[in-house]
């Protein structure tokens, strides 16, 4: 294995002393993104502001086989920007320049360390927004929401990630650069970014983005329900859909979601509800307040207990406030919580939540259902603490159960968090032998050693036997001597 000082000094020929950092002190705060639970110190991290020295650090690595992991701003969920042994992680930081605002053709082309919300401040003058709002848009960055193909509350109506990006610049695992999409509506030959596009650091360093900018609606509305049973609500989200309503948004919340919010930021849920509905139409006003009548007849035959609309824009965001800070609403209800993302059917949203439900009281642990109720996207929050011998493996094998649940109901372990190394037993779960080893096969053509973020997202076949043939290695790490916390 290649010496860390080294290496560190053939770093030091291109970038300064701040950028390469290799003592316990400086690697502390890289040692896990959003997923906590799991921590690992880097072997080394280095900072490039420039194409350039990204591209010399692959070909570094490339040539001496050392693995390299790319971080955004570390809010990812899934353990996917996890260090791991012995390797570079490469953190896009610097990469905050907005290259270039075209309201014309209304794209903006941006470097992959910019902030979501960021993108959406700097087009606000030209009458421009970027559509994807994860709730953590005002930190996450474009190139992490590339990597993961996110979503947010608005993704129902304008698309996840996937569908907002127009072009992409791509660092190989060898140093070579890819230009990937078009400026144009398709482009010709395979549709490779938007196989970059939610492969979390697995087939290149992307470092620069192309993204797609909607005009602000005239104007947006949305609605409040509560609910007796999340049932009701679950059926109230089938029938808007089914009346070919397409909302801006469309998000539920169960009563621990909602009280944990309220206490929060006071924005006046109804804590009694058992769940509660967001229903946001935006577009010209004459549309809106069609379709804001029509969603709140269905409401009202779908058995809502109480409705309010936003009368004025504060108000509306106020409402949406929140939804947006729920996540840091529930953690001030437990020590830890553990975020779970699976997708499944919206018709099936009553019977998942009553068995998750179910679940919660056999593993004996809280939990809080947050979630995109029109694409069916839910994050379910387990509610433990880490202090109490087991609770953690506890709340693991709960998420485990929730995921596999949601497959067996026709869904998927994973909406927009990834699967990084969270997931990666339930991929055994989801995907066949064959469509494993597709998955490899394609990991190959761009990475032949297996440099790029080795050993997440998809798992080895001999993994998935192991996992298949013992049951009780469902809780088992992606990597068996990470510290838990």
Known sequence: MLEKDRLAGWFRDFLDDESILTEQEDLGPYECDGLSAYRRLPWMVVLPSTVEQVQTIMKLCFRHKVPVVARGAGTGLSGGALPVDESVLLSLSKFNRILKVDPVNRVARVESGVR?????????????????????????????????????????????????????????????????GSSGLDAPGYDLMALLTGSEGMLGIIVEITVKLLPVPETAQVIM?????????????????????????????????????????????PIDAAALLLCESDGTRDQVTEEIEKVRSILTDAGAQDMRTASNETERQQLWAGRKAAFPAVGRIAPDYYCMDGTIPRKRLGEVLRRISELAEQHGLGVANVFHAGDGNLHPLILYDANRPGELESAEQFGSDILELCVSVGGTITGEHGVGVEKINQMCFQFSEPELEQFHAVKRAF???????PGKAVPTLKRCAEFGAMHVHKGELAFPELERF
């Not at 990475?447 to 973020?453: E, I, K, S, T, V």
């Open 116 to 180: 979501n919300l960021a993108i959406s401040q700097a087009v606000a003058r030209h009458g421009l927004y970027y559509a994807p709002d994860p709730s953590s848009q005002i930190a996450c960055t474009i190139g992490g929401n590339v990597a993961e193909n996110s979503g947010g509350v608005h993704c129902l109506k304008y698309g996840l990630t996937v569908h907002n990006i127009r072009e992409l610049k791509v660092v190989t695992v060898d140093g070579s650069i890819l230009h990937l």
């Open 225 to 269: 329900a509560s609910f007796s049973s999340v049932e009701q609500a679950g059926r109230a989200v089938a029938s808007i859909i089914a009346e070919g309503i397409v909302p801006a948004g469309l998000e539920m919340m169960d009563n621990p979601a909602i009280r944990a919010a309220e206490d929060f930021v006071r924005v006046g849920y």
């Open 447 to 453: 990475d032949q050693h297996g440099l790029l973020n």
